[in-house]
């Protein structure tokens, strides 16, 4: 009886949460655009640029990384002794 109950009470308040996310106006791209400042906000964005430090098979290496708005991107990975050079053009 006690699981019964506990399972009524659990259903009782997940079914009005999910359905107050189902059930909002925006999508989950609008809602993420309004949390980093609106679309114009990121329509303002001419690249990106990424640097992280990356690990293959034991051994660490970096990697970087260009986006532009035009569809450019550059990608430079270094592991050890090995290097690699990706350019690359949207059409």
Same mark, same amino acid.
């Given at each position: 009886? #006690?699981?019964?109950?506990? @399972?009524?009470?659990?259903?009782? /308040?997940? &079914?009005?949460? #999910?359905?107050? /996310?189902a059930f909002?106006?925006?999508s989950?791209?609008d809602r *993420?655009a309004?949390?980093?400042?609106?679309?114009?906000?990121?329509?303002?964005?001419?690249s990106?640029?990424?640097?992280?430090t990356?690990e293959?098979?034991?051994?660490?290496g970096? @990697?970087? /990384? *260009?986006?532009?708005?035009?569809?450019?991107?550059?990608?430079?990975?270094? &592991?050890?002794t090995y290097?690699?050079?990706g350019?690359?053009?949207?059409?």
């Amino acid at each position: 009886m #006690f699981r019964k109950h506990r @399972i009524r009470k659990i259903v009782l /308040v997940a &079914i009005p949460l #999910f359905a107050s /996310v189902a059930f909002a106006g925006d999508s989950a791209i609008d809602r *993420w655009a309004n949390a980093v400042g609106g679309r114009e906000r990121i329509s303002a964005i001419k690249s990106i640029y990424r640097e992280g430090t990356i690990e293959y098979a034991g051994t660490q290496g970096t @990697i970087k /990384v *260009w986006h532009t708005a035009d569809g450019k991107y550059r990608k430079e990975e270094r &592991i050890a002794t090995y290097s690699l050079i990706g350019n690359l053009r949207r059409r």
